[in-house]
């Protein structure tokens, strides 16, 4: 299924200027490793080096899903890594997951599956590298601590855990992960797209589940006119 493609070729746009300053590529299995704590554990002000979206600076995320083969376990920079920065800057995260047919099936099982994979980031906890998450304002700001640093935290650490934890389920064949922060990327154009991605997903449970079959009264209709192939979709279940 492609229902995210055209949104991801979109946010692959927004980073096209950036290319060429890019860091990266396929993650190392025999790659040192980073600390996956048990849970989320607070970073106090007086630990931490910045925050990720400090200061009221954009911080965003966004997730796809698509059947490519192409996508391996790879992370990617664009802007400083976590030793080159200094202070609070703008950040985004951008997670692609291939998927095999299984996450397809149809109905509400395709919802819940890729539900139960975007909620896969609420179970990385990184050891220095507090995230505070909130859907609600599609933010995702980042508390970065010093010992963390003075260690060796690098994106391609934090972002090899978040691969880890999303190969726990059997349906993610791949995970590319972009991390961002750049500070003349255009983040809240970034925010706009990784919300239609949002209401892509949310779009499949009110398909499946019948809720609305009048488009001009659809809150969702924003989505389907801009996502190719989602009315035909809603379309061929009623």
């Not at 050891?127 to 995702?140: C, D, P, T, V």
């Not at 991605?197 to 589940?209: A, H, K, P, Q, R």
Request: aromatic letters at 10%.
């Amino acid at each position: 299924m492609n229902l995210y493609d055209n949104l991801t070729a979109q946010a692959e746009k927004l980073l096209a200027p950036f290319a060429e300053r890019r860091k990266g590529g396929r993650l190392d299995a025999d790659s040192p490793g980073w600390e996956q704590e048990a849970e989320q554990r607070i970073l106090f002000q007086k630990d931490t080096a910045y925050e990720l979206g400090g200061g009221g600076r954009p911080a965003y995320s966004g997730a796809a899903f698509t059947s490519d083969a192409g996508i391996g376990d790879e992370v990617w920079v664009y802007g400083p890594d976590l030793p080159q920065i200094r202070e609070d800057c703008a950040y985004a995260r951008l997670t692609l997951l291939c998927v095999d047919d299984s996450a397809w099936a149809g109905g509400q099982q395709t919802y819940r599956t890729l539900r139960r994979l975007e909620y896969t980031r609420y179970h990385v906890c990184p050891r220095g590298f507090m995230m505070r998450i909130s859907a609600a304002q599609n933010r995702e700001v980042v508390r970065v601590g010093r010992e963390a640093l003075r260690e060796g935290l690098t994106f391609a650490r934090v972002g090899s855990l978040f691969a880890a934890q999303y190969h726990r389920h059997p349906e993610v064949l791949g995970v590319r992960i972009l991390f961002v922060t750049e500070p003349d990327f255009p983040y809240e154009e970034f925010a706009r797209i990784s919300r239609l991605m949002d209401g892509v997903t949310e779009s499949l449970n009110e398909i499946y589940n019948h809720l609305v079959m009048d488009c001009s009264s659809c809150r969702l209709k924003p989505v389907c006119d801009e996502v190719e192939g989602l009315r035909s979709l809603h379309f061929s279940q009623q």
